[in-house]
């Protein structure tokens, strides 16, 4: 059996986000199968900048040394971003937001700091992540990046991470890029930055599809799409949701033969399409190595367990993998 890393080797690097418990438990298929990760979590502000002055470099340093040891590179998540920022990181000591100067020297602190630690190791960034609103006739989230500083957060950011590591890649990172709506607002957002010349080399497609949705066209005008502005593509948190609830009565719970064959004729289908881009594509990225995990189970129900992945619960390869190698 060909790895994913090699069979691919010419098109673009093959990545899995990870955790403290996976790159434990599915250590083996991350050294065969994949030559990139990103921490799921552990380097989102509340873990890495938990209090003020404070950061905890403890888990990012351990994931970057399996990656340094083993030959795979690491993506760095996420810089700037509306969740799983603290509120205080926002605020003064009187409980008021702070002003725009203020606000814009911690983000350049913020950044600063995380980037310099991993400058010329971390090879990409995602330096915003989904700024752009899902609400038609909207254009950006509303979010404390924006409502203290302005649309030119998003300017500063890339400017500032920029500053910090001029040789990394730059990444916009959302999701919904099916959504015409969405990919509209995502393009005009990164035409501009590229206008006003701001630091940026690509857009992260985040990918989080299912067995019915996106359709193969959407996927195919969101890549070309995307692909016109010139820069760097990257998929970064793929996953192709398949589930079922757990039924007390039974013990066993996994997936039917139809979903199985279905989830392997997506692959196969977006793959293709992965082919058809790869002058633009430089890297896959799955939100997750295994079935044994993922961030979809209990989500947003609990009960509801998925399985997304290539690999199953044991890491043995599925028909969704054969799907993608042959
Ligand atoms: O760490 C706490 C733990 O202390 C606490 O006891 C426990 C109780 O719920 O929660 C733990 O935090 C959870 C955290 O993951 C770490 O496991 C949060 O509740 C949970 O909400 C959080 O979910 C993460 C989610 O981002 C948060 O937005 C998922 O693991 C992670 O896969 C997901 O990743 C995002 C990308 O960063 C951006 N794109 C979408 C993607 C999927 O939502």
Redesign the pocket.
């Known amino acids: 059996m060909k790895a994913l890393k090699e069979h691919f080797k010419d098109e673009f690097l093959i990545g899995a ?1 990870v ?1 403290q418990n996976t790159i434990d438990q599915d250590a083996d298929l991350l050294k065969t199968q994949f030559n990139s990760i990103t921490a ?2 552990e380097m ?1 502000f509340e ?1 890495i900048h938990p209090e003020p002055g404070q950061y905890d470099f403890t888990i990012a340093d351990r994931f970057l040394k399996f990656a340094e040891d083993h030959d795979i590179k690491m993506r760095g ?2 810089l700037v ?1 509306h ?2 920022t603290p509120d205080w990181f926002f605020k003064d000591d009187k409980g008021e937001d702070v002003s725009r100067d203020e606000l814009l020297d911690r983000m350049k602190q913020h950044i600063k700091t995380v980037m310099t630690r991993y400058k010329g190791r971390i090879y990409a960034w995602d330096v915003v ?2 700024a752009v609103s899902d609400d038609e006739g909207v254009e950006l989230r509303p979010s404390k990046w924006l409502e203290i500083i302005g649309e030119d957060f998003i300017d500063y950011a890339f400017q500032f991470a920029h500053e910090a590591d001029p040789d990394a890649l730059l990444f916009y ?1 959302d ?1 919904n890029e099916s959504n015409p709506d969405k990919r509209g607002k995502i393009y005009r957002l990164v035409d501009g930055l590229i206008k006003r010349d701001v630091p940026i080399s690509g857009i992260g497609l ?1 990918a ?1 599809w299912n067995l019915y949705e996106p359709s193969y066209h959407d996927i195919d005008t969101a890549l070309k799409r995307y692909s016109e502005l010139g820069l760097t593509l990257h998929i ?2 793929m996953d192709v949701s398949m589930f079922a609830f757990k039924d007390k009565r039974t013990d066993v719970l996994k997936p039917t033969e139809e979903m199985l064959d279905l989830q392997a004729k997506r692959y196969k289908e977006f793959f293709g399409l992965f082919k058809k881009y790869q002058e633009h594509i430089s890297c896959v990225t799955f ?1 997750g190595i295994s079935d044994r995990y993922t ?1 979809l189970s209990d ?1 947003p129900v609990k009960g509801r367990i998925n399985w997304p992945f290539l690999f199953d619960e044991k890491g043995k390869p599925k028909s969704s993998f054969d799907a993608v190698v042959n």
């Open positions: 986000a955790n799921e979590n989102k873990e998540h996420t971003w969740n799983q992540n989904e990172n999701y985040q989080h970064t948190e939100w961030w989500f």
